[in-house]
C-alpha cells in the first residue's frame, strides 16, 4: 500500500509502502505516475515536495490535491 510519495524538482516521483520499501510501479515521471498514483493511494498516504539530492532531508510535505 502506497505510504509516502515524493515528487522531485526534476520531474522525478519516488514512492514508499509503510514499510519503506520503493515501489517501482509507481516511481518514474510526475506526468507519467500521477493519476495512478493518486488513484491508488490511501487517504492516510503522505505526499512531498523534495530535492534530489537529499530526498528525506529536504521533503517538505503537501496537501494531496497540491501535490
Avoid at 515501489?23 to 510526475?30: A, D, L, N
Avoid at 493518486?38 to 490535491?65: E, T
Wanted: avoid cysteine; aromatic fraction near 12%.
Amino acid at each position: 500500500m502506497i505510504s509516502e510519495s515524493i515528487r522531485f524538482q526534476n520531474g522525478i516521483v519516488m514512492v514508499f509502502d509503510e514499510k519503506g520499501e520503493q515501489m517501482p510501479e509507481f516511481q518514474g515521471r510526475y506526468e507519467e505516475v500521477r493519476a495512478k498514483i493518486l488513484a491508488r493511494a490511501p487517504k492516510s498516504a503522505r505526499f512531498f515536495h523534495g530535492v534530489w539530492l537529499n530526498p528525506l532531508d529536504n521533503a517538505n510535505p503537501v496537501l494531496r490535491k497540491e501535490w
